[in-house]
């Protein structure tokens, strides 16, 4: 079997595949297309080799007609030939599916956030500012943190100077965040005062460019609320 020949044919099918590997950019699926090419082409190679013994041999021993000068060495470079084409049709199909595939990622990943997803992280924090109640204006401290879409808070309440006849107490709370709406139920106790019951609170999307979230207390003693974000 002619080296040189074999030799020629490996570098072109490395060139072409590397030429693919750059210009897709994706290294891992282009190696092992090539590895798995290589393999390809050196069976091939193999086979086409111990065919061409095999008929020396058949010669050799009278059981078939003689080649004609050259025969050999023709059909074994002819071999090598139809294994290359073969591995470079192989090496094309990975190369589009796995264009095909990259693109299809790439465009995924390039794909806008949806508002929900952008929006609840910005609600995680520390608010605070006040609601109304039936026992008047009272301080309220938000502790909210995000997990995707759905919330988890604290619920602080506390008396302000100009109301000072409130108790102090604070529950948990748990909700969900979409793009226009923040919902928060009561959850359970964690100080609980004589004579109060937990509320939720439903809001609309943040103000004043992220820095202020207000809405409406969910019990019919009560009205409205507004929290501001705390730099602490």
């Known amino acids: 079997m002619n080296k040189k020949v074999r030799w020629i044919i490996t570098a072109v099918v490395a060139v ?13 699926d282009f190696f092992v297309a090539f590895c798995y090419g290589g393999v390809r082409l050196g069976f091939y190679i193999f086979r086409s080799g111990t065919r061409g013994i095999a008929r020396i041999h058949a010669e050799e021993s009278g059981q078939a007609r003689p080649a004609a000068p050259g ?13 290359a084409m073969r591995c470079l049709r192989m090496a094309a199909a990975v190369v589009t599916l796995t264009a095909v595939s990259y693109g299809t990622a790439q465009a995924a990943h390039a794909a806008p956030v949806a508002p929900a997803a ?3 992280p910005a609600l995680a924090g520390t608010w605070t500012g006040s609601y109304i109640c039936s026992q008047g204006d ?3 401290r938000l502790v909210i943190r995000a997990h995707g879409a759905a919330l988890t808070a604290t619920f ?10 409130v108790p102090s107490g604070e529950y948990t709370m748990t909700g969900t965040h979409s793009a226009t709406r923040t919902v928060l139920k009561p959850g359970h106790w964690i100080k609980e005062p004589v004579g109060y019951e937990m509320v ?11 820095k202020v979230l ?3 207390i969910t019990n019919p003693a009560c009205s409205t609320f507004s929290v501001t974000r705390s730099l602490r």
């Not at 025969?71 to 294994?83: D, E, L, N, T, W």
């Not at 302000?160 to 006849?165: E, H, S």
């Not at 939720?200 to 992220?210: E, Q, R």
């Open 138 to 140: 009272t301080g309220l």
């Open 200 to 210: 939720g609170l439903t809001a609309g999307p943040l103000a004043d460019h992220g």
């Open 156 to 165: 602080s309440f506390y008396a302000l100077p100009r109301n000072p006849g």
């Open 118 to 120: 952008q929006a609840a």
């Open 71 to 83: 025969g050999i060495r023709a059909a074994a470079v002819s071999g090598i030939a139809a294994a």
């Open 16 to 28: 072409l595949l590397i030429v693919a590997l750059k210009t897709a950019g994706v290294f891992i």
């Open 214 to 216: 207000r809405g409406r």
